[in-house]
Structure formats: C-alpha cells, structure tokens
Nanobody, 125 residues
C-alpha cells in the first residue's frame, strides 16, 4: 500500500523551531518530487516548499523563504521540513505530497499523486 506519513508537528512558541518528517512506505520516494503544503482553518491549501527527486532543486513560498529548509534522505525514504523562526501565522495542518514530475506548477495541489494525512503545527505563546 502506497503511503506517506508526516510526523514532528506540535505546539511551539513564536520564534521556535520544529522539524517535520515525511516518510514513505510502499514505494520508492527517490522517484518523486515532494511538496509540503499547509492549510489553516477557513483557508485554502497553500504550497510551502518543494524538492526535486534528486534534492538538487528546491522551491519556497515567499512567506517562508529564509526560515524553512526542505531536504531529503533518499536512503531513508524520508523528506524533512526544518522550520525556524516560527510565527503564529505558520499555524496550520502540514501535509506532504508526492509528484512524479518536478516543475513550475509545484504550488498546485492538483499536480500531486499521493498525500499524507497531515500533522498539526501550532505556534502560540
């Protein structure tokens, strides 16, 4: 069964850090570009970051540039999202998703083939 599982979410104070993980089972993650999305209550799902299957290319939304870092370890079939200098507006459910191709439409949820179940990130004092 093809599955993506996110972990690492939680409650953190403003200015703090979290590292999210996205682990794949049932397929080889190295064939896929991986995107991170987030969705806050009442808002549309937003593309946060994307990494190519090799890891050589990355993209970030303007709202997280300089604060978030995406990386991958294909040997562990896992992709990470390091989130630093967190702000209350980063509060959302975070999802990872797999896309067989990597390109300029990385922010569109419709480009992705497989999705995880999400992990909650709450930034609050």
């Amino acid at each position: 069964q093809l599955q993506l599982v996110e972990s690492g979410g939680g409650l953190v104070q403003p200015g703090g850090s979290l590292r999210l993980s996205c682990a794949a089972s049932g397929f080889t993650l190295s064939y896929y570009a991986i995107g991170w999305f987030r969705q806050a209550p009442g808002k549309e799902r937003e593309g946060v970051s994307c990494i190519s299957n090799s890891g050589r290319s990355t993209n970030y939304a303007d709202s997280v540039k300089g604060r978030f870092t995406i990386s991958r370890d294909n040997a562990k079939n896992t992709v990470y999202l390091q989130m630093d200098s967190l702000k209350p507006e980063d509060t959302a459910v975070y999802y990872c998703a797999a896309d067989i191709s990597y390109g300029s439409r990385w922010k569109s949820p419709y480009e992705y083939d497989y999705w995880g179940q999400g992990t909650q990130v709450t930034v609050s004092s």
